[in-house]
């Protein structure tokens, strides 16, 4: 079963981020607390969103996301997207 496991990460893309999220909730409001790494280049950034709704808070969540500076989940994406089909990761 492990063995399974493995080969089916093999099989996936590289990882290019990592983002944890902490999420609070009293019942009248919500707080996101988490962190995003760019696994490229190793820097990290602390991230907070707030909201009265489950979806305000996930409009903020997305809105701190996209504001982030350049090191983290932009170059992430611009990473992913830059790929073209066929090219593969240089190995470092």
């Known amino acids: 079963m492990a063995r399974d496991r493995d080969n089916e990460l093999e099989a ?9 999220v902490e999420i609070r909730s009293d019942g009248t409001r919500t707080i996101a607390r988490g962190a995003i ?3 490229v ?3 990290r950034t602390a991230l907070e969103a707030r909201g009265d709704s489950p979806l305000q808070l996930a409009l903020q969540l997305a809105k701190v996301l996209t504001t982030l500076p350049r090191l983290t989940a ?13 090219r593969t990761r240089d190995p470092k």
Request: no cysteine.
């Open 12 to 20: 996936e893309p590289p990882v290019v981020a990592r983002l944890v």
């Open 37 to 39: 790494e760019d696994t």
């Open 74 to 86: 932009r170059s992430a994406v611009r990473g992913l997207l830059g790929r073209a089909r066929g």
């Open 41 to 43: 280049t190793g820097q």
